[in-house]
């Protein structure tokens, strides 16, 4: 009965592969294929320390190297990587149930979450949906085939999308965490290039202690859900669960589900239709919001003011450095207008600017357009698009962009809240693509579990 309700509310029970404890688990977790895009040391820094040992970073394809032209033969090799650890027996019997899980992070400690499987039905990333499970950002379309190139056929899957929920007493998970910790941790893990720890306690879904933890989880998770017809449900839509981190991966696992669909009529149910997940509360006080940062390449400080200037009104001047910037930035209140709502720096080969604007709301929302169009524009005049990529570290933001050796602009963006997002999201959709992180770089979500997908 609880699988039949947990079903009615977008989440399966999933069958999760974790490595033998005799493995190196130090050298198991690796962080996001979509973190360090433009840092190859920390990804040949993870290869040093991941050689000769089973590591997920056999097991997924690292961003960084998408622009290297052999992403056919890598994926091929990420695919026999999975079979033979299938064959080898790096894994243990899989189990049903959830996993509890704790981390921390070189700023936060104990950000909880929780394991599950969703339903890819109950989600969609096109803007006009209002599914069950909704993204909060835009969606690239164009991302999505390599991402599906390497889900398509694949024996396994590794998640590292991170999904929210709206808990304002943090009621849930805290109180999840206690029934979880009657058991040992099925693993308890430093984790590499000094990004903290993960511990993970498994909750059965069959028998024991775990029928109860299953009980909670239904009834805290069917309460939220009843909570959100009255917020959000304007045309019989329940919003439950929003994608904080990974929607394109998320999205690349909905389209293979869809082609599964397309070619099995008669199959409604296949591995693939469901995706791991980790369930966090967006009110985690061990959840910080970060913004993601625009580095422009082959662009200075005049080229950025340009595109720029369109804002309301604009303003731009001169700043003496990089603590300075960053504190305007931060800090709304010292802008140089009460009138002026929101702030952008501007760096570039040790130059320093700030923008300011009356246009309100997300910083993202006035800024992207901006950049698309650019975008665009320079297509049409010169055969190449403005090449812009996203960083999610102020450090390395100012790194990039300060570096003599390369022509790049960085636009430095204002913090942003947390509060009102669901209620944004459910009255207007998604918020442009990345327009915030959950967290710096390094306290990206690991892989560590694993599900089987398809049969090899």
């Known amino acids: 009965m609880n699988k039949e309700k947990l079903n009615s509310l977008g989440i399966e029970v999933p069958s999760i592969l974790l490595p033998k404890a005799a493995l190196d688990m130090q050298k198991w977790p690796v962080i996001a294929c979509d973190q360090f895009t433009q840092d190859f040391d920390y990804w040949e820094k993870v290869k040093q320390i991941t050689k000769g040992s089973p590591s997920t970073l056999n ?128 693993y308890n893990t430093p984790l590499m290039m000094e990004s903290g720890n993960a511990a993970g306690w498994f909750l059965d879904a069959e028998e024991g202690q775990s029928c109860a933890a299953l009980d909670f989880i239904v009834e805290k998770l069917e309460e939220l859900y009843n909570r959100s017809t009255v917020r959000y449900d304007g045309n019989d839509a329940p919003f439950l669960f929003a994608v904080g981190d990974g929607n394109h991966s998320l999205a690349a696992a909905k389209g293979i589900w869809e082609e599964y669909k397309a070619a099995h009529p008669d199959e409604s149910v296949h591995p693939c239709r469901y995706a791991l997940v980790e369930i966090e509360n967006i009110y985690d006080p061990a959840i910080q919001f970060e913004p993601i940062h625009r580095l422009v390449f082959d662009a200075g400080v005049d080229e950025i003011a340009s595109i720029l200037s369109p804002l309301p009104d604009f303003s731009c001047r001169p700043v003496n450095d990089s603590k300075e910037l960053a504190r305007l930035c931060a800090d709304s209140s010292a802008c140089a207008s009460p009138a002026k709502a929101n702030c952008f720096g501007i760096i570039s080969q040790g130059r320093y600017a700030l923008i300011e604007t009356s246009a309100a709301g997300i910083s993202t929302a006035c800024l992207q357009p901006l950049l698309d169009s650019a975008q665009i524009n320079s297509a049409q005049i010169n ?74």
């Open 59 to 186: 097991l997924i394809f690292p961003e960084i190297y998408l622009p290297d032209g052999d992403a056919s033969s890598r994926i091929a090799d990420i695919h026999t990587t999975m079979i033979r650890y299938l064959m080898e027996g790096v894994f243990a019997e899989p189990r049903q149930g959830f996993i509890y899980i704790e981390r921390d992070t070189p700023f936060q400690k104990k950000r909880r979450g929780l394991i599950a499987a969703i339903d890819l039905e109950r989600y969609e990333w096109k803007p006009e949906a209002r599914p069950l499970i909704r993204c909060t950002e835009g969606t690239v379309a164009d991302r999505l085939p390599p991402r599906m190139d390497i889900r398509r056929g694949a024996p396994l899957e590794l998640p590292h999308v991170l999904l929210l929920i709206n808990d304002e007493a943090d009621s849930f998970l805290p109180v999840l965490g206690e029934m979880a910790k009657k058991s040992a941790p099925v």
């Open 383 to 456: 055969s190449a698009r403005v090449n812009i990529d996203y960083i999610h570290d102020e450090e390395e933001l100012f790194r990039l962009a300060e570096d003599k050796g390369r022509r790049a602009a960085g636009i430095l963006l204002p913090p942003v809240q947390k509060a009102g997002l669901f209620e944004t999201v459910a009255r207007l959709g998604p918020l442009p693509r990345k327009s915030f992180s959950m967290g710096h770089s390094c306290e990206k979500r690991f892989y560590l579990e694993c599900r089987a997908l398809f049969q090899s």
